[in-house]
T-cell receptor, first 114, second 112 residues
Framework: DSGVTQTPKHLITATGQRVTLRCSPR?????VYWYQQSLDQGLQFLIQ???????AKGNILERFSAQQFPDLHSELNLSSLELGDSALYFC?????????????FGEGSWLTVV | QKEVEQDPGPLSVPEGAIVSLNCTYS??????FMWYRQYSRKGPELLMY????GNKEDGRFTAQVDKSSKYISLFIRDSQPSDSATYLC????????????FGQGTRLTINP
């Protein structure tokens, strides 16, 4: 157990809908990351937050947004869902956003869009 | 072309064998190199972490980075059935040290 908690573990929703994935980082970790893992694209970095502020952005679609709250938990919002958004979404955390910090991954939220 | 290329396998070897997993990368700015292990339906867990070129050993695992050829390797000695998993290499630049670029992952099976 990495200490990173993600909910829900599984989610099935229809195209066009909106979902929110939630992440609680390890105790004491200030930085949260979101990654998407799909069969064709592999594991891809979406976005990073540090202590409530956006720190880095990757291949995140405009339909997706994230935020980190004062209690450091984070949410990833996915809207206008398409079939291609079906994937495993991982949250990860680290102590800070600094170089060399180990990043710990949660067990993921499996999203299926039908 | 992906920045980090990895043969997805699958790779199947007998228990006790030495396993060699490899990746190549194209971004010369990559300075950090990692290997993650991912069991089915679980999150990736960090195995090895290397900065720049060289070797790093941890128990049965050895990570090698050759920046001149842009080649990353992970060796597993005395492989065990519990090593069966998907292994992902990852790299990042100094500036984007937390923005990891992953390979596709190699699915490894160790047969008893």
């Amino acid at each position: 157990d990495s200490g990173v908690t993600q909910t829900p573990k599984h989610l099935i929703t229809a195209t066009g809908q909106r979902v929110t994935l939630r992440c609680s980082p390890r105790s004491g970790d200030l930085s949260v990351y979101w990654y998407q893992q799909s069969l064709d694209q592999g594991l891809q970095f979406l976005i990073q937050y540090y202590n409530g502020e956006e720190r880095a952005k990757g291949n995140i679609l405009e339909r997706f947004s994230a935020q980190q709250f004062p209690d450091l938990h984070s949410e990833l919002n996915l809207s206008s869902l398409e079939l291609g958004d079906s994937a495993l979404y991982f949250c990860a955390s680290s102590v800070s956003g600094a170089t060399g910090n180990t990043i710990y991954f949660g067990e993921g939220s499996w999203l299926t869009v039908v | 072309q992906k920045e980090v290329e990895q043969d997805p396998g699958p790779l199947s070897v007998p228990e006790g064998a030495i396993v060699s997993l490899n990746c190549t990368y194209s971004n010369s700015a990559f300075q950090y190199f990692m290997w993650y292990r991912q069991y089915s339906r679980k999150g990736p867990e960090l195995l090895m972490y290397t900065y720049s070129s060289g070797n790093k050993e941890d128990g049965r695992f050895t990570a090698q980075v050759d920046k001149s050829s842009k080649y990353i390797s992970l060796f597993i000695r005395d492989s065990q059935p519990s090593d069966s998993a998907t292994y992902l290499c990852a790299s990042s630049t100094i500036q984007g040290a937390q923005k990891l670029v992953f390979g596709q992952g190699t699915r490894l099976t160790i047969n008893p």
